[in-house]
């Protein structure tokens, strides 16, 4: 049996794990190359916050790969199920820093190179092949955290909650109608933005479900927890105000890694036991995290600020020499043909 030691709480994490290419707004600046992707993101924090976090994935040692790979090392975050088999193409998401008419500044998300236009490599789920090579890991484990839906997910959902983790689902959106009933069905906590699936708000099964929290954008959010409230009612938390907004993106999952690091640490029998004014204080540390980081560009920005280094490595690629054709955006499969 795998030997895996534990200096923190312990936190299990699949779905997406991209590399985000930030590109901002001067066409001057270069392209910050992170680590990304909801589950990408939610382990990086949880690492930053001292946790031990281990990522599934599929990355299969291709130049995206190993700079996904590079930067989550950085950060602590423990790379022993990074590369599961089968291979595949490591996703790779696009970010357009952009400017509105009014002068407010946004984002738009890509899937398509930016010098040929073709797709960019998306996500591949974990396959039931990694089940064994997990299950080692989820003995002692605070966390299992999914924001996407495959077989082998579920089944280590399953292995996770008779471990005594709490089991996290942020679905993207619901895919497989079956499993995704089964994802909600298995997770003690299910955390969705108002705009993509505010349906889940009447139908949500409450049969292991601990707490529920739905986002509203700057309205802030609301939260509602059966087993600790007299009815099924929601509390609404509003939005922290930023004090300066760079780029709100990666805000949903620091409220996240917020909630789990003051929540979850204990597992699931900890989650049971917080009071509804504990939740509270979690769900609004999470808030407090998500509007710090709004300062900066890219969704964990402020963490590469904070640590003084802010990503300046030799290989980092100029907007204009992509643009222009110059330079090839790593690893994109007509790029590179």
Same mark, same amino acid.
């Given at each position: 049996?795998?030997?895996?030691?534990?200096?923190?709480?312990?936190?299990?994490?699949?779905?997406?794990?991209?590399?985000?290419?930030?590109?901002?707004?001067? !066409?001057?600046?270069?392209?910050?190359?992170?680590?990304?992707?909801?589950?990408?993101?939610?382990?990086?924090?949880?690492?930053?916050?001292?946790?031990?976090?281990?990522?599934?994935?599929?990355?299969?040692?291709?130049?995206?790969?190993?700079?996904?790979?590079?930067?989550?090392?950085?950060?602590?975050?423990?790379?022993?199920?990074?590369?599961?088999?089968?291979?595949?193409?490591?996703?790779?998401?696009?970010?357009?820093?952009?400017?509105?008419?009014?002068?407010?500044?946004?984002?738009?998300?890509?899937?398509?190179?930016?010098?040929?236009?073709?797709?960019?490599?998306?996500?591949?789920?974990?396959? @039931?092949?990694?089940?064994?090579? #997990?299950?080692?890991?989820?003995?002692?484990?605070?966390?299992?955290?999914?924001?996407?839906?495959?077989?082998?997910?579920?089944?280590?959902?399953?292995?996770?909650?008779?471990?005594? +983790? #709490?089991?996290?689902?942020?679905?993207?959106? /619901? %895919?497989?109608?079956?499993?995704?009933?089964?994802?909600?069905?298995?997770?003690?906590?299910?955390?969705?933005?108002?705009?993509?699936?505010?349906?889940?708000?009447?139908?949500?099964?409450?049969?292991?479900?601990?707490?529920?929290?739905?986002?509203?954008?700057?309205? %802030?959010?609301?939260?509602?927890?059966?087993?600790?409230? /007299?009815?099924?009612?929601?509390?609404?938390?509003? +939005? #922290?105000?930023?004090?300066?907004?760079?780029?709100?993106?990666?805000?949903?999952?620091?409220?996240?890694?917020?909630?789990?690091? @003051?929540?979850? +640490?204990? %597992?699931?029998?900890?989650?049971?036991?917080?009071?509804?004014?504990?939740?509270?204080?979690?769900?609004?540390?999470?808030?407090?995290?998500?509007?710090?980081?709004?300062?900066?560009? %890219?969704?964990?920005?402020?963490?590469?600020?904070?640590?003084?280094?802010?990503?300046?490595?030799?290989?980092?690629?100029?907007?204009?020499?992509? /643009?222009?054709?110059?330079? !090839?955006?790593?690893?994109? !499969?007509?790029?590179?043909?």
């Amino acid at each position: 049996m795998t030997d895996v030691s534990v200096d923190g709480p312990r936190v299990i994490g699949t779905g997406l794990v991209a590399l985000d290419l930030v590109v901002g707004l001067d !066409p001057d600046s270069t392209v910050q190359a992170w680590a990304g992707g909801t589950c990408g993101n939610v382990m990086s924090m949880l690492a930053w916050h001292g946790w031990d976090a281990y990522p599934v994935a599929r990355l299969n040692g291709d130049p995206a790969s190993e700079r996904v790979k590079a930067d989550l090392d950085r950060w602590g975050v423990h790379l022993d199920l990074a590369s599961c088999t089968p291979s595949a193409s490591t996703p790779i998401v696009v970010q357009e820093m952009r400017q509105t008419r009014h002068g407010e500044t946004t984002h738009k998300f890509s899937w398509s190179c930016l010098q040929c236009g073709g797709w960019l490599p998306s996500f591949k789920p974990i396959t @039931q092949a990694v089940v064994e090579q #997990v299950e080692p890991f989820l003995a002692g484990s605070s966390v299992f955290f999914f924001d996407r839906v495959s077989r082998g997910t579920l089944d280590i959902a399953k292995l996770a909650a008779t471990a005594g +983790a #709490v089991v996290m689902f942020e679905p993207s959106g /619901r %895919g497989d109608d079956r499993m995704f009933r089964e994802a909600l069905e298995l997770s003690h906590i299910v955390k969705y933005a108002d705009q993509r699936m505010s349906e889940l708000a009447d139908s949500l099964p409450s049969s292991s479900r601990i707490l529920e929290v739905q986002t509203l954008g700057a309205q %802030g959010l609301r939260f509602r927890a059966p087993r600790r409230m /007299r009815s099924d009612s929601w509390k609404t938390l509003r +939005a #922290v105000p930023a004090a300066a907004v760079a780029d709100s993106c990666g805000s949903g999952d620091w409220c996240t890694s917020g909630l789990l690091n @003051q929540l979850a +640490a204990d %597992g699931v029998n900890g989650l049971e036991e917080a009071k509804v004014s504990e939740i509270a204080a979690g769900l609004h540390y999470g808030q407090e995290l998500a509007a710090w980081n709004c300062q900066f560009e %890219g969704a964990r920005g402020g963490m590469y600020f904070e640590s003084q280094e802010e990503n300046r490595s030799k290989d980092l690629i100029p907007v204009s020499d992509i /643009r222009s054709g110059a330079t !090839p955006l790593v690893a994109c !499969p007509k790029c590179a043909a």
